[in-house]
């Protein structure tokens, strides 16, 4: 028996539509700009490695920035972790593992790889998918975490 979700998700949809457009004007831009695909592991990856480092710094600040920005004009949603500081370190390192093994995470290959229909892009979104619906319903069938 599915349980309830501990905190229901709020109906939103102009907020919902303007962060879409957000999120694929910037992705747009960064594709026609400079021909990069906006896959956040991949920008974050890039940086570690100190590839291109300019634009990948402007666009994590650009990410961190707006969420500063929606947080002080009150549009920003409210946000409930669940579960230990361990349970999320190690989901944070799983998907971290994830996206390696996957070649890219979902804003690279949800977002941009499906808009492109890349075949790669459609198997991956179509993998972490299927696994997040499994993991939720065995979180929330068996709980505890």
Avoid: K, N
Avoid at 44 to 72: K, T, Y
Avoid at 82 to 110: F, I, K, R
Wanted: aromatic share 6%; with cysteine.
């Amino acid at each position: 028996m599915l349980l309830p979700a501990p905190f229901p998700t709020a109906f939103t949809p102009g907020l919902d539509l303007a962060g879409g457009l957000l999120i694929g004007t910037s992705a747009v831009v960064l594709w026609l700009g400079i021909g990069r695909i906006a896959g956040i592991s991949g920008v974050i990856g890039g940086l570690v490695q100190r590839a291109e480092r300019d634009w990948r710094l402007a666009f994590i600040s650009g990410l961190l920035l707006s969420g500063i920005l929606a947080r002080a004009l009150g549009v920003a949603p409210d946000i409930h972790l669940q579960g230990s500081d361990a349970l999320l370190v190690g989901a944070g390192l799983l998907v971290g593992v994830g996206t390696a093994l996957g070649g890219g995470c979902t804003s690279g290959h949800g977002i941009c790889g499906l808009s492109r229909a890349s075949p790669r892009s459609i198997t991956a979104t179509m993998t972490f998918m299927a696994v997040a619906v499994l993991v939720v319903f065995l979180t929330r069938s068996y709980g505890g975490f």
